[in-house]
C-alpha cells in the first residue's frame, strides 16, 4: 500500500513497527490490542503511549493519500473480492499498477 500510495519507504517501516511492537517494548498489536471476556485492561506504559503517537502520525500521513484515490481503491477491492482464484499476477501486481494510474482495468483479471 505505502508502495502504491508513492510514500517514502520509512512509512512502510514505521507501519511494520507499529504492528509488530519492535521499537516500543511489546508484543504484537493484535494480541495487546484485544482481551478475554472481560479481563481487567492492561495497564498503559510509556511504549503503548509512544505506539499511539506513532499510530496518530501514520494516519495523519496515509488518510489524505487514500482518501484522493478512495472510488478508485474501493473498485480494485471489489474486482479482488470478485476473483474465484486468485494469482499473484492478477491480484498484487495488477493491484499496485491500476491504484496507482487511479483506474481499474477489468482486463488484467485472470481467467
Keep these: 500500500m505505502v508502495r502504491t500510495l508513492g510514500l517514502r519507504s520509512n512509512i512502510a517501516t514505521l507501519w511494520i513497527a507499529i504492528v509488530t511492537g519492535s521499537d516500543y517494548g511489546g508484543g504484537h498489536l493484535a494480541k495487546l490490542s484485544h482481551r478475554r471476556g472481560l479481563e481487567k485492561a492492561r495497564r498503559i506504559g510509556d511504549g503503548q503511549r509512544r505506539r499511539w503517537r506513532d499510530v496518530e502520525g ?9 482518501e484522493s484515490r478512495f472510488v478508485s481503491i474501493l473498485e480494485e477491492l471489489r ?33
Design 58 to 66: 501514520l494516519l495523519l500521513v496515509l488518510l489524505p493519500e487514500i
Design 79 to 111: 474486482r479482488l473480492a470478485a476473483l474465484e482464484n486468485p494469482t499473484a499476477r492478477g491480484a498484487a501486481g495488477a493491484t499496485h499498477d491500476n491504484v496507482a494510474r487511479g483506474k481499474t482495468q477489468d482486463a488484467l483479471i485472470d481467467r
